[in-house]
């Protein structure tokens, strides 16, 4: 066969909140019907992106938990200014990154890979729910589906073999039918997985620590945040996404175009590399992806992905490509009675000074950590519920605290 065939996917109710990409679909409820914008929509205003970097500690100072990690983490978890995030340097991760990245723009752009796409396309389903399953999904250059093309695996499976009941088997494309230069498309994804998956493991434990001194400082003795850490055992979904060149939306909390307006994931946390930004029409036509990765003209300096803290300030994620990024989702949030900040995020269109590049489309990788499918989104105390939303960034907590 072309592809591994899906086990029969349990239908739950809370299907979208547990899958990766669940927040996405509720933040969709806040827009207008209409998705895809005219070309001449406004991309995000450089006058709201505030003149600070994100957070960033070498692998090595997280393995150590060195004085500078440690503020590194505090600083960018917890309290107002805290964006929810931190950039962890990974040395070799560049080269890791760019196979994966240049696997996964053929496998979703090359003509020569529909085959492979069409294989593994997930077309027993409809609506949201085909977008969060095993497999390929999407139409690349047409694409206007809230949260575009992607191909969706469950990197656990591929670690333990444990297949999740919810999501399903894993449904990869046989290497035969991948065009020149794309057959290693699954060890590539799954090798950049991986590292993602230490330093997230990594991170969250930093995390746990930065949560039980707070806890120390308000006077919490012993108490213990063991559970921010705690992961499912048998899902941990990895997305490779393409985002349109031309597709954008309304966003209602801020105003402007955006690729993926303004929300917070519902999962534990979230890891993502620096995207790839591809000439779409000529990938599309099998001119190669072109992709630009010019350091001195990055779009991510000043579009991609978008980071916020509470107190306002909109923040390029910038990540360097020998970087994993590390946000928190809602579930830290709320598990650690609002000690720990989870990160809102968009994705911002390309600004002015790249209006020479109209056709670019947005190539990246996400891993999402979850917890134990019985975790409840509940704070360890009664009383931190006015704590754990304070702040709340146009209802977007409030959206994922369901218990």
């Not at 509720?26 to 992106?49: E, G, I, N, Q, W």
């Not at 994804?189 to 590292?195: F, P, S």
């Not at 597709?247 to 993502?272: I, K, S």
């Not at 720990?340 to 911002?348: E, I, K």
Request: proline share 5%; with cysteine; charged share 25%.
């Amino acid at each position: 066969s072309l592809c591994h065939s899906p086990q029969p996917t349990m239908r739950s109710p809370h299907l979208l909140i547990r899958s990766a990409y669940s927040s996405v679909a509720a933040a969709a409820a806040l827009l207008p019907t209409s998705l895809r914008a005219m070309s001449s929509s406004s991309p995000t205003p450089l006058s709201s992106l505030a003149a600070r970097a994100v957070s960033t500690v070498s692998l090595s100072d997280l393995r150590s938990n060195s004085p500078y990690s440690i503020e590194a983490i505090r600083e960018a978890f917890t309290g107002r200014s805290s964006l929810g995030a931190i950039s962890v340097q990974v040395p070799g991760f560049d080269e890791v990154r760019r196979k994966a990245l240049q696997s996964g723009a053929r496998f979703a752009l090359d003509p020569s890979a529909a085959r492979a796409r069409d294989a593994c396309r997930n077309s027993k389903l409809d609506g949201e729910d085909a977008r969060v399953q095993p497999g390929w999904s999407g139409n690349p250059g047409r694409e206007d589906h809230p949260i575009q093309s992607g191909f969706y695996c469950n990197l656990q499976e591929e670690l333990t073999s444990n297949v999740d009941d919810v999501f399903g088997r894993n449904a990869f494309p046989a290497k035969e039918y991948l065009c020149d230069g794309g057959v290693d498309f699954k060890d590539d994804l799954i090798e950049a997985g991986k590292t993602m998956h230490k330093v997230t493991t990594l991170v969250l434990e930093a995390a746990r620590d930065a949560a039980e001194s707070q806890a120390q400082a308000r006077g919490s003795k012993g108490e213990s945040m063991r559970h921010i850490v705690t992961q499912s055992e048998t899902f941990l979904p990895l997305r490779l996404t393409y985002y349109d060149a031309n597709h954008c939306r309304e966003d209602t909390l801020v105003g402007g175009q955006y690729m993926l307006p303004w929300h917070v994931d519902f999962n534990t946390a979230t890891a993502f590399i620096s995207a790839q930004w591809i000439d779409e029409d000529h990938a599309l036509k099998g001119s190669g992806n072109d992709c630009r990765e010019d350091k001195d003209d990055n779009p991510e300096r000043k579009a991609g992905l978008l980071l916020r803290n509470a107190s306002g300030d909109i923040v390029p994620a910038s990540i360097a490509e020998d970087c994993i990024l590390v946000q928190l989702g809602a579930y830290a949030q709320i598990a650690s009675g609002g000690l720990l900040r989870a990160g809102p995020h968009a994705v911002g269109l390309q600004n002015e000074s790249l209006e020479t590049h109209p056709t670019q489309g947005r190539l990246t990788l996400g891993l999402f950590t979850y917890a134990p499918w019985d975790a409840r989104m509940l704070p360890p105390n009664k009383g931190d519920e006015a704590y754990v939303l304070e702040d709340d960034f146009g209802g977007l907590m409030k959206r994922a605290y369901t218990g």
